[in-house]
């Protein structure tokens, strides 16, 4: 990220919006936001995918679609830093103006992140602040949790920190197990992701400051979605 310093929030742009999708695993973010691409739902042009883990399905599916996809492996590098800083090296050279954290599993170093204030997003399965970090649904439901759900927000070097743009969710059911949850809410983060990613690529939405403008206006509370699969105010 050296050289000329690319805007520090996105506008409303040329269409398609380029998009980089960073992810380690299964990729059903990934996939959600592919499927609304080539229906035609979503104004984005995925220009690649990339992540830490070559055997990735995430990774297996973007080649699939003939979206360019890049490993790298984090044991090659000295450390966090200068993995962090090659892998957006290459993010920043394939053009992407917004970077989609869809279940990529590694903290990114915060000088890095800092590089990419307000043009880097992240989908985390709980209604943040409760349950940063890993198995929010087990925590969920040893808490008592009526209600689960899931965020979207800007990434910032605090871990799944960083202004929340929208929340999605979910009631908890009495007979409801670890899985059962996160199976039903992640049918909530892919609309919940597309959602966001179109509010973003349109313009409607973008980070200023540390406040998430909803067409210019900070919002009070995390957007939500509306029947239709659009972004509303709470
Ligand atoms: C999703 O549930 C996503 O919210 C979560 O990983 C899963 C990835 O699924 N991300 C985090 O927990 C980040 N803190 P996917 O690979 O099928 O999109």
Redesign the pocket.
Known sequence: MNGTPEPRVPGPGPRPFPIAVL????????AALIDAREAGRLPVDIVLVAGDRADAP?LRNASAHGIPALALDPKSFPDRRSFDRALLARVAASGARLVV?????RIIDAAVVADWAGRMI????SLLPKYR??H?HRRALAAGDLEHG?SVHFVSAEL?GGPVIAQARIEVRRDDTEDAL?AR??LQ?HRLLVACVDAIARGQVRECNGSVLLDDAAICAPLRLDPSGHLVAA
Do not use: C, K
């Open positions: 992810a380690s695993g299964r990729g059903s973010n990934l995430a954290l869809a279940g990529y599993m992240n989908i985390h399965p970090g890993l929010t899931t799944d996160a809410l992640l983060e």
